[in-house]
C-alpha cells in the first residue's frame, strides 16, 4: 500500500541570478568564485536569521523554504537591498543581480524536497520578477501588507507558464521611501485624509466613498495656510488598520482625518474625526445624517468643520475658496468618480474604459471640466503607450481645450489639462498657464507640481523642473505618479550636465513606472554620456521592447524638446542602438 504523502501550507522563495549563463561565459572561474563567496558570506547566513530553510540549490538558483511569508519578504528585501549596494562600484556586464519569486500554498513533502503547485507558482514568479526585484502572489501579498516596511505595485493578472488560473502578482518597489522613516513636519498646519470606510456592504460603493475623500481633499489644499498630503500618498493605506501616529511619521503631517460612509437607500451618514498625529489626540469628531441630494453641501460642511478645528482664525473668505465648481449632474458627478481609477493607471486599457465612462458623463453634462480633463488624460495615455495613433494626440488636445475653458476654479481639471498641452508641445504658454491657475486654487497640488516639472524640463527651464519636481515629491512622498518628478530630474540634470545624478534620477523614475518607455531613454542618455555604453545599449533595448515603433527624434520633436537638450539628448542616445 502507497503511503499519502506528507502536506502542509509554507511560504516558498525561488530565486535566481540574472545571466548567469552570459556571466560564465564570459569568466566562468571568476563568476563561479564570486557566487560562491556570496552565497557562504551573505546569501545562506540570512536564510538561519530569517528561519528559512534551504530546499535545494542549482548553479544559479535557490529554493527555499519558510514558516512564515513575513519572514519570507523580509529575506528577500534584505538581500536585495544588500545587493544594490554590493553592486553600486561594479560594472553593469560584471553585476550578480538577483530575481525573486515569493508564493505561500501547500506542498508535498517528500524526504528533504518539496514539490506542488506552491513551487511552480513562486518558480514562475520569480520569472517574471526584474533584476533585483521581488515578485509576490497575491495569497502572499495580503499576509505581508503592512507588516514590512516596503511599498508594493498591483502588476495585474498574470497568466503564468503552465499554471492554470491567472495570478494576481504585486512587485516592491524598491524606489519608494521606507515607511519607516520619520519626515520633518512643515512649518504650517499639515494634514492627511485617509481613505473613509465604506460601512454600506456594497463593494460597488467603494467609488463613493472614494469621492467624499477626493473632494475633502480637493477643498482643504485650496487653503493656502495648510499643507496637505495629495491623495494618492493618503490612498495608499486603503483597506488597513493603521496606527494615526505612525501615519503622521511616515508622511510627516501633524494632523490626520478618518472616518466612515454609511450609505442605505437614500441617506447618507459619514462619520469623520481629526487627530494629533503625534499624540494620537482627539481634536474634533463629528456625525452627519443627511439625505443623498444634499451630499455636495455636507461635503462643503466637512471642510468648513475640518478647517475650523485646525485654524480658527481663518478668514470666512479662506473657507468660501474651499468650494469647487459642482456638475450639473449627480449621475455625471458618479461616472467620473468611478472613472478616475482608471484614469490615474495611466494605462492604455485601463484608460479606454474609463473613456467608456467619461463619455457618458459628457453627454450628460457637455460643460463639465473633470471629465474632459480626464478624457484628455486618457487619449494623452493612450498616444504615448498605445501606438502613438495622432486621433488619440487630438482628442487629448480637444479635451484639454475645452477643460480649460470650463474649469478655471478646478484645480485637478487644470493640471491634467495643462499636462496634456504641455506634452503637445505647441503651446507652451497655455501649459504654464494652466498649471499657474491650477496652483493659485491649489497650492498643495503636487500633481501640478508633478507634470508641470516634465513640461519645464522639456522646455528647458532645468532650475525649474527641479523646484517643482521637488515640491510635488515633498507634497506626497508615496505618490504613484512621482515617475513623472523623477523623469523631470533626470532630464534637468541631463540638460545641466549633472550626468551621474541624472541617471540615479533616471533609475528611480524606471523603478516607479517599470511599463512606461520614457524614463528608459533618459536613463541610456544619461548612462551613454558617462560612457557606459554596453549598459546604455541595454536599456535602449527596453525601450524598444515596450514600444517597438519608438524613434527618439519623433518625439522630441512631438513633444517640442528645448533646442539644446534636445541636441544633447540625439548625441548622447546615437551611439545605443535606439533609432532615430
Not at 458627478?333 to 494605462?347: E, F, G, I
Request: some cysteine; glycine content about 8%; overall charge negative.
Amino acid at each position: 500500500m502507497t503511503a499519502r504523502a506528507e502536506r502542509q501550507l509554507a511560504a516558498i522563495l525561488a530565486g535566481d541570478i540574472v545571466g548567469y549563463s552570459r556571466l560564465m561565459g564570459a569568466d566562468e572561474e571568476g563568476t563561479l568564485a564570486r557566487v560562491n563567496a556570496i552565497r557562504r558570506e551573505f546569501w545562506e547566513p540570512k536564510v538561519a536569521e530569517h528561519r528559512g530553510r534551504i530546499v535545494k540549490r542549482t548553479g544559479d538558483g535557490v529554493l527555499i523554504e519558510f514558516a512564515s511569508v513575513v519572514d519570507a519578504a523580509r529575506y528577500g528585501i534584505e538581500i536585495q537591498r544588500g545587493m544594490a549596494k554590493r553592486n553600486a562600484e561594479v560594472p553593469q556586464d560584471k553585476r550578480i543581480e538577483l530575481r525573486m519569486g515569493i508564493h505561500v500554498g501547500d506542498v508535498l513533502i517528500e524526504e528533504d524536497d518539496i514539490f506542488g503547485d506552491g513551487v511552480n507558482v513562486a518558480a514562475r514568479l520569480e520569472g517574471i520578477a526584474e533584476p533585483g526585484g521581488i515578485c509576490f502572489s497575491r495569497a502572499a501579498f495580503e499576509q505581508v501588507e503592512g507588516k514590512i516596511d516596503a511599498s508594493f505595485e498591483d502588476g495585474g493578472d498574470q497568466q503564468l507558464k503552465n499554471i492554470t488560473r491567472p495570478v494576481r502578482i504585486y512587485r516592491i518597489n524598491f524606489a519608494a521611501p521606507v515607511r519607516s522613516a520619520t519626515l520633518m513636519l512643515p512649518d504650517k498646519p499639515s494634514i492627511a485624509v485617509l481613505p473613509f470606510q465604506n460601512m454600506s456592504g456594497d463593494p460597488e460603493q467603494d467609488y463613493f466613498a472614494d469621492g467624499m475623500v477626493e473632494d475633502i481633499i480637493t477643498g482643504l489644499s485650496r487653503i493656502k495656510w495648510l499643507f496637505v498630503i495629495a491623495r494618492n500618498s493618503s490612498f495608499t493605506y486603503k483597506g488597513r488598520t493603521v496606527d494615526v501616529k505612525q501615519v503622521g511619521r511616515e508622511l510627516g503631517v501633524r494632523y490626520v482625518l478618518e472616518g466612515s460612509v454609511r450609505k442605505v437607500g437614500s441617506r447618507v451618514r459619514i462619520t469623520c474625526q481629526l487627530i494629533e498625529g503625534e499624540t494620537g489626540a482627539h481634536i474634533w469628531a463629528e456625525r452627519y445624517d443627511r439625505p443623498l441630494d444634499d451630499i455636495f453641501a455636507l461635503q462643503d460642511e466637512i471642510t468648513l468643520s475640518v478647517v475650523g478645528a485646525i485654524e480658527p482664525n481663518l478668514r470666512l473668505a479662506e473657507v468660501e475658496r474651499a468650494k469647487r465648481k459642482r456638475p450639473d449632474s449627480l449621475d455625471a458627478y458618479d461616472l467620473v468618480l468611478q472613472a478616475l481609477p482608471d484614469v490615474y493607471s495611466r494605462m492604455p486599457e485601463q484608460s479606454q474604459r474609463a473613456l467608456r465612462l467619461l463619455a457618458r458623463a459628457l453627454e450628460l453634462d457637455p460643460t463639465y471640466a473633470l471629465a474632459h480633463a480626464c478624457a484628455a488624460q486618457c487619449n494623452h495615455a493612450i498616444f504615448l503607450r498605445g501606438g502613438q495613433n495622432i486621433e488619440n494626440r487630438k482628442a487629448a488636445v480637444r479635451h484639454a481645450q475645452a477643460a480649460l475653458a470650463y474649469g478655471q476654479d478646478d484645480a485637478l481639471a487644470l493640471t491634467l489639462a495643462g499636462f496634456s498641452i504641455g506634452m503637445e508641445g505647441h503651446d507652451r504658454a497655455a501649459a504654464f498657464a494652466a498649471f499657474e491657475a491650477s496652483l493659485a486654487v491649489s497650492p498643495s497640488s503636487a500633481l501640478s507640481f508633478m507634470q508641470g516639472s516634465v513640461i519645464h524640463a522639456l522646455a528647458g527651464d532645468a532650475e525649474r523642473a527641479i523646484e517643482w519636481s521637488e515640491k510635488g515629491l515633498r507634497l506626497s512622498p508615496l505618490d504613484p505618479w512621482r515617475s513623472s518628478a523623477f523623469l523631470a530630474l533626470a532630464l534637468a540634470k541631463f540638460h545641466l550636465g549633472q550626468d551621474q545624478e541624472a541617471a540615479a534620477d533616471a533609475r528611480k523614475s524606471v523603478q516607479s513606472s517599470p511599463g512606461f518607455s520614457i524614463p528608459y531613454v533618459a536613463l541610456a542618455a544619461a548612462l551613454s554620456r558617462l560612457g557606459r555604453l554596453e549598459e546604455a545599449k541595454t536599456v535602449a533595448a527596453r525601450v524598444l521592447e515596450l514600444q517597438p515603433e519608438f524613434r527618439y527624434s519623433r518625439f522630441l520633436a512631438a513633444a517640442n524638446c528645448e533646442t539644446k537638450l534636445a541636441a544633447a539628448l540625439s548625441e548622447a542616445l546615437r551611439p545605443t542602438g535606439l533609432p532615430e
